[in-house]
């Protein structure tokens, strides 16, 4: 199970809105035949193993990590491919909670005479899809926070500015994240005072949507978001207190101008999220500002954390940091790293990892939730720790080089 797990994790950008899914097959202590989940829309983990093994897979045990399919998507259900190819027994790390699952192919094996077993290194299943979980079972898709802050822990200089903070290899990094996510999310003061492209390069597996929260339609004809918005996708998110000139103007340049009803900013980026989900967004990276991290903190909805430290200062109390908002009273109340990576990027360093739940939740249906999306597993020997979630699988970058033009933004 421990080899599905990882080779799941080389769908990551490939698959979503789908799981990552990965299976192994054993005749013994030997692995006859593997496979994952390549891209959404192709052929499931299994039936790539069943097809690697040929008639090893007959009477043989077969390791999957998220149970088996049982009806008709865009292919056939995997539930009846192990019952033809005469799968003897079955370990399954995690249920599907996808409503057309759910149990059932579970059952298809068990009423077609093949031993099925249920919950091995399930907490680490959890932890592999817990973006699919998430996506499946409230609805939002997955947040990951990232930025990059001075050691004094700012994103930008009294005056804004901010290019560069992080060296090269912490911006190329950043490239990787953006490559595998559906999209990605700024305010509108970063998009001005950064006018960035935000987006892969070189390009990734997944080409995301460039969301920016924008309440009063005020993002400038000129910026490069706009200028591009028919080669890449531009969602302006607006308040019901934008002009519908300027939401025109946006329109016609390429954009679409989506307008959250609630007149409370914050309540309305939770409108936001709920209509990403609906979207089968999986995976959102959230690039800032402080102000847009910040109220997202503060209504716990950030699940990972992407953080780039450079070794300079910067000063400044007016100076940006990078998580505003409210914040929490006490120190016992800050959010903890489950298990994070610390890697080293030339003169950077890289944090990774991702929220545990809020202390003042403990207890409660939200803290459940998230650790049921999560896993409860945070021992450092665990499985769950050295599963590279923070280094994406060289493999499934396109691999060419940016022009000098393509690499400033």
């Known amino acids: 199970?421990?080899?599905?797990?990882?080779?799941?994790?080389?769908?990551?950008?490939?698959?979503?809105?789908?799981?990552?899914?990965?299976?192994?097959?054993?005749?013994?202590?030997?692995?006859?035949?593997?496979?994952?989940?390549?891209?959404?829309?192709?052929?499931?983990?299994?039936?790539?193993?069943?097809?690697?093994?040929?008639?090893?897979?007959?009477?043989?045990?077969?390791?999957?990590?998220?149970?088996?399919?049982c009806h008709h998507g865009k292919t056939p259900p995997c539930s009846q491919a192990l019952i033809r190819a005469g799968v003897r027994r079955v370990v399954v790390a995690l249920q599907d909670p996808f409503p057309q699952v759910a149990g059932h192919g579970i059952a298809e094996l068990r009423q077609a005479g093949i031993r099925v077993e249920v919950g091995l290194l399930e907490q680490e299943a959890r932890q592999l899809n817990a973006p699919y979980l998430k996506?499946?079972?409230?609805?939002?898709?997955?947040?990951?926070?990232?930025?990059?802050?001075?050691?004094?822990?700012?994103?930008?200089?009294?005056?804004?500015?901010?290019?560069?903070?992080?060296?090269?290899?912490?911006?190329?990094?950043?490239?990787?994240?953006?490559?595998?996510?559906?999209?990605?999310?700024?305010?509108?003061?970063?998009?001005?005072?950064?006018?960035p492209l935000l987006t892969a390069r070189p390009p990734g597996p997944r080409v995301a949507t460039r969301i920016v929260v924008d309440s009063q339609a005020r993002l400038a004809s000129h910026s490069r978001l706009v200028q591009t918005a028919r080669d890449v996708p531009v969602l302006l998110a607006v308040g019901p207190e934008a002009s519908a000139a300027d939401c025109r103007r946006l329109a016609d340049a390429g954009c679409e101008v989506w307008t959250g009803a609630a007149r409370d900013a914050h309540e309305r980026l939770l409108q936001l999220l709920d209509e990403l989900g609906r979207r089968r967004m999986t995976n959102v990276l959230v690039e800032g500002g402080g102000r847009l991290l910040g109220s997202l903190f503060d209504a716990g909805q950030i699940d990972e954390v992407h953080a780039f430290i450079a070794p300079k200062l910067a000063g400044g109390q007016a100076a940006a940091t990078a998580v505003g908002g409210q914040g929490v009273e006490q120190m016992s109340q800050a959010r903890w790293l489950t298990t994070p990576t610390v890697e080293r990027l030339d003169d950077d360093v890289y944090v990774c990892g991702r929220l545990r739940p809020a202390v003042q939740h403990e207890g409660s249906g939200l803290q459940n939730s998230i650790l049921a999306e999560q896993g409860r597993s945070t021992s450092r020997d665990s499985l769950s720790a050295k599963i590279e979630f923070c280094k994406p699988d060289p493999r499934a970058q396109t691999v060419t080089s940016p022009t000098k033009q393509e690499e400033e933004g």
Do not use: Y
């Open 1 to 69: 199970m421990a080899r599905a797990l990882e080779l799941a994790l080389r769908g990551q950008g490939a698959v979503e809105p789908n799981p990552l899914v990965g299976c192994a097959i054993a005749q013994g202590k030997q692995i006859v035949g593997e496979g994952w989940h390549t891209r959404f829309g192709g052929p499931h983990a299994e039936i790539e193993a069943l097809a690697a093994a040929g008639s090893a897979a007959t009477g043989a045990t077969l390791f999957v990590t998220l149970e088996p399919c």
């Open 135 to 195: 996506l499946i079972r409230r609805g939002r898709p997955w947040i990951l926070a990232k930025w990059a802050m001075t050691l004094d822990g700012k994103l930008a200089t009294r005056t804004g500015s901010s290019q560069w903070i992080s060296g090269e290899a912490s911006r190329a990094r950043v490239h990787q994240l953006r490559g595998r996510v559906d999209a990605i999310l700024v305010g509108r003061r970063t998009a001005e005072l950064d006018d």
